[in-house]
């Protein structure tokens, strides 16, 4: 299941990137409605666009993390976890390995994206960064909300403000739901250790 979860949702994640980077110019929008815009961006770095030590560290770090992801629901199958909380951790996975998919292949793969072209696909190594350099893509905006704060407001006053601003993909989302389902309802399931719900409750009758 987890692996179907995985493979799925890494094929959603690329066909999506694909269609928006083959097909349209960068900072090009598509306005669907008034709260949903495809709006094509790259992200240099983590969310948000931060970038920490680099861009190859900050690769290698996903690719770690996601292996530590892997181990961990290879030791906890069959140890009576939630199927749902097992959904969540691969959500997680694909969701991690969807951007990291960008990060490696995309630079060597894909000629540069700019407000006046469109990228286009290129032989190996002569696409607009080199092998771990290469930028995820993202589109997905929701402008849900926009005022101007008062004038009177110190520090933000007169400046808009929209919400919700940031631009994310179907990775993102991945990860973003998976880590608020398990915050909601699979909770106690990170205090189960790699041992499972039945030894958390052979403890503590052991406890009483």
């Not at 949702?9 to 990137?17: A, S, T």
């Not at 900072?27 to 992200?43: A, L």
């Not at 770095?45 to 931060?50: K, L, P, T, W």
């Not at 699979?186 to 052979?202: F, H, Q, R, T, V």
């Amino acid at each position: 299941m987890a692996a179907l979860i995985v493979a799925i949702c890494l094929i959603i994640d690329q066909v999506i990137k694909l269609a928006v980077k083959l097909n349209m110019r960068l900072h090009e929008s598509i306005h669907v409605t008034d709260w949903f815009y495809i709006y094509f961006t790259e992200n240099p770095g983590m969310a948000f666009g931060m970038e920490i030590f680099g861009k190859i560290f900050l690769t290698l770090f996903r690719i770690i993390a996601v292996g530590c992801f892997v181990y961990y629901l290879y030791k906890i199958r069959g140890k009576g976890f939630p199927r749902g909380y097992i959904a969540c951790v691969a959500l997680i996975i694909a969701g991690a390995a969807g951007n990291i998919f960008d990060c490696v292949f995309y630079g060597p793969l894909f000629s540069e994206s700019t407000p006046y072209a469109i990228s286009e696909l290129v032989p190996w190594g002569e696409g607009y960064a080199p092998l771990l350099k290469g930028k995820v893509v993202d589109m997905f905006y929701f402008p849900l909300v926009e005022w101007n704060w008062p004038d009177w407001l110190p520090f933000i006053g007169g400046e808009h403000f929209i919400f919700f601003s940031p631009i994310f993909n179907f990775a993102d989302a991945c990860i973003s739901c998976a880590v608020i389902a398990v915050l909601l309802f699979y909770s106690k399931c990170m205090n189960w250790g790699l041992e499972g719900p039945g030894n958390a409750i052979d403890e503590k009758k052991a406890t009483k």
